[in-house]
């Protein structure tokens, strides 16, 4: 029997990035983003809202361009898989943590703190060029790897 474990989540972060390197050097950068559910209590008639919280990790490039352009409030599109970890604690006791280990993860939303001229005077944002901007890992199709040298000045983002 076929299996899948996969995580869809659309919402906002409720703190800036935490980007950390491991010992070979690999980034890793931890988010929380919060979901809300709203409705109207059928009984009373007023207004419910439930808020959910995801902790996200990436790993790699996606680790590092999640540190260096998302911020608190950021609204962003991610998707991933959904792991259990284990882990001590500083007292000896062992934890669990459930997480998603994001994949995909697309910024939406306007820029905010990027700078230019819609940045300044706290007038009004703008966009991604109107776009949600798309940073997944590309499909491995028997290609050699890029090079730096190969991008010249066209940097993708």
Known sequence: MASVNKAIILGNLGKDPEVRYTASGEAMCNITVATSENWKDKATGEKKE????HRISFFGKLAEICGQYLKKGSQVYVEGS???RKWTDKDGQE?????IRGDE???L??????GGPSSAGGGGGGGYDNEPTDYAPAPAKNKPKPSFDDLGDDIPF
């Open 109 to 114: 939303g306007s820029r905010q703190g990027m």
């Open 82 to 84: 959904i792991r259990t």
């Open 105 to 107: 993860m697309k910024m």
């Open 50 to 53: 439930l808020t959910e919280w």
């Open 95 to 99: 934890r669990y943590t459930t997480e």
